[in-house]
């Protein structure tokens, strides 16, 4: 049987109001997936001040927060769903 070298997922912001599908490879890193799911959600990547956004992912299915050094062949699954948001630093 053949190995698959990649999932389809699909991306969206915390309103799910744009979703993106995407084809990632088993071997690249989450943070890459991010990168390129970013610009295609059209995601500002700068808040209102002017400062630059850390977006993080959050995996619907398993209601737990990515790394983004974490490798898409471990941590996702075919057809799964995540919702890229900015990460909030009170302080």
Do not use: F, W
Not at 65 to 73: D, F, K, P, T
Not at 78 to 88: I, P
């Amino acid at each position: 049987m053949i190995q698959p070298s990649a999932i389809s997922i699909t991306a969206c912001d915390t309103t799910r109001q744009k979703r993106v599908r995407l084809t990632a490879p088993l071997r690249a890193s989450v943070g890459e997936v991010l990168d390129e799911a970013i610009p295609r959600l059209n995601l500002n990547r700068r808040g209102p001040d002017g400062e630059e956004l850390s977006l993080e992912a959050r995996l619907d299915r398993e209601a737990r927060h990515l790394h983004r050094s974490e490798q898409v062949g471990q941590a996702l699954r075919h057809e799964d769903t995540v919702t890229v948001y900015a990460k909030v630093i009170a302080g």
